[in-house]
């Protein structure tokens, strides 16, 4: 729920890996680890969320090597994101259907629904929204043009 919020905000950030607010480099010493060796590994939907820290620019030298298992945002060759429009579009049909509609501040209201109301409700197209802070371009468009961290 709370990274709905960089649709709105351009400069709220939805780290779904942590890397940056676990701030994995400073303590992976404390776990035997390099913090110049970090590897990020994803199955399933953690292989979207490596493909996109591969090309976000606020992932940058947070991790040196990737491992994607099982799809990752190439899978899908018709569409990989949506844009920030579609996105609050869809995220404001979902407050409908919530009753959270009638408010200025929907998000707000849509965080005190219950997770079971959340299930019953309508699904929604599940894509990365492209043009934020942390996905500014489509991971496919970084492939193709070789904007991506190494």
Request: contains cysteine.
């Amino acid at each position: 729920m709370e990274c709905w919020q960089h649709i709105l905000d351009p400069h709220f950030v939805c780290d779904p890996l942590g890397l940056n607010t676990l701030q994995v480099r400073d303590n992976i010493h404390l776990f035997g680890g390099d913090r110049d060796h970090i590897t990020i590994f994803g199955q399933s939907a953690g292989s979207w969320s490596v493909s996109a820290h591969i090309v976000s620019p606020l992932s940058k030298g947070l991790f040196k090597r990737a491992i994607m298992e099982s799809g990752a945002h190439l899978y899908n060759k018709d569409r990989d994101v949506i844009s920030k429009s579609e996105a609050l579009a869809s995220a404001q049909k979902l407050a409908e259907q919530l009753k959270c509609n009638t408010s200025e501040q929907w998000i707000q209201c849509l965080r005190g629904v219950d997770a079971k109301e959340f299930l019953k409700a309508e699904s929604l197209d599940e894509y990365p929204v492209e043009g934020t802070e942390f996905l500014p371009i489509s991971v496919q468009k970084a492939f193709e043009t070789k904007k991506f961290n190494s």
